[in-house]
């Protein structure tokens, strides 16, 4: 039987506010906890299957879903996390309506 744990102290399940305006921008350090289940999970994979870049790509992704579940987000992988340049369809739009296509491609939009 599988079992799912939900922790409702993460950011997304807090009643404050659903404005994207109050999320997060800039540089997003991925929370401790996520750090150290990573860490974990990478000593029980054979090294070939769990490198460093796919450790990075863990850690972005459970990052931006303890953040910004509900809502897309345009970022890009930075060391020591991501950056985050818009939230929110609105925010997104805005931001990318004064950017040339090349500076476009630097971003990733996901919805979360």
Same mark, same amino acid.
């Given at each position: 039987?599988?079992? @799912? &744990? @939900?922790?409702?102290?993460?950011?997304?399940?807090?009643?404050?506010?659903?404005?994207?305006?109050?999320?997060?921008?800039?540089?997003?350090?991925?929370?401790?906890?996520?750090?150290?289940?990573?860490?974990?999970? !990478?000593?029980?994979?054979?090294?070939?299957?769990?490198?460093? @870049? $796919?450790?990075?790509?863990?850690?972005?992704? !459970?990052?931006?879903?303890?953040? $910004?579940?509900? &809502?897309?987000?345009? $970022? !890009?992988?930075?060391?020591?996390?991501?950056?985050?340049?818009?939230?929110?369809?609105?925010?997104?739009?805005?931001?990318?309506?004064?950017?040339?296509?090349?500076?476009?491609?630097?971003?990733?939009?996901?919805?979360?």
């Amino acid at each position: 039987m599988v079992q @799912t &744990f @939900t922790d409702l102290s993460e950011p997304r399940f807090q009643p404050q506010s659903n404005d994207p305006k109050d999320f997060p921008h800039g540089l997003v350090k991925p929370p401790e906890h996520i750090v150290a289940q990573v860490a974990a999970e !990478r000593t029980q994979v054979l090294p070939e299957f769990f490198n460093d @870049t $796919y450790a990075k790509i863990l850690l972005d992704d !459970r990052t931006l879903r303890f953040f $910004y579940q509900g &809502f897309n987000v345009a $970022y !890009r992988s930075v060391p020591g996390g991501i950056e985050v340049v818009a939230v929110g369809d609105d925010e997104i739009e805005a931001v990318f309506r004064d950017m040339s296509q090349e500076e476009m491609l630097r971003f990733t939009v996901v919805g979360q």
